[in-house]
């Protein structure tokens, strides 16, 4: 039985010692919404990417199906937590970060037409950033959400 197996096997068993590999926590990430039907991630956009959404008429409902897609590995990953994903049927893009693992950031939205791609020092900007967002704590992840600086999207569970 190979590690994969073995940890699928004790998942669905649920045993209490249970000890998922580091390297597995994206496959982790999509047995468990397979399981469940939830997400495991707390998914997040920005107060400019909310606002930018709006204006490109993108639904919080395409950004939690362009998650689960992600989650399945139908995105295009450019490293340090970057992840670039078509939204709005190929019309716009969509930068989200995810260097955690357990929370995922929309950081920023594009026309195809107006940009073919983010340049290497936009890309740089971006792992930066994305760093941040992987060191936030609980506690300021809240105080954001207070101040209306982050939106929470895709928290329910379907049923």
């Not at 919404?33 to 709006?54: D, E, H, I, M, S």
């Not at 954001?144 to 569970?157: G, N, P, S, T, Y």
Request: positive net charge; glycine residues 4%; proline residues 1%.
């Amino acid at each position: 039985m190979n590690k994969r197996d073995e940890a699928l096997y004790l998942y669905r068993t649920r045993k209490s010692d249970f000890q998922w590999p580091q390297k597995d926590i994206i496959y982790h990430q999509v047995l468990h919404y397979q399981v469940t039907g939830c997400l495991p991630v707390r998914v997040f956009k920005t107060k400019w990417f909310n606002k930018a959404a709006r204006t490109h008429a993108i639904s919080d409902r395409e950004l939690c199906d362009a998650i689960d897609a992600a989650l399945s590995g139908k995105t295009v990953d450019l490293g340090g937590g970057i992840y670039k994903k078509r939204l709005n049927h190929n019309r716009d893009r969509a930068i989200i970060l995810a260097r955690g693992g357990a929370h995922w950031f929309y950081a920023y939205l594009y026309a195809k037409q107006d940009m073919a791609n983010i340049s290497e020092s936009e890309l740089a900007a971006f792992r930066e950033l994305a760093r941040h967002y992987a060191a936030l704590t609980t506690e300021k992840i809240t105080a954001l959400l207070a101040h209306k600086e982050l939106v929470e999207i895709c928290h329910d569970c379907k049923k």
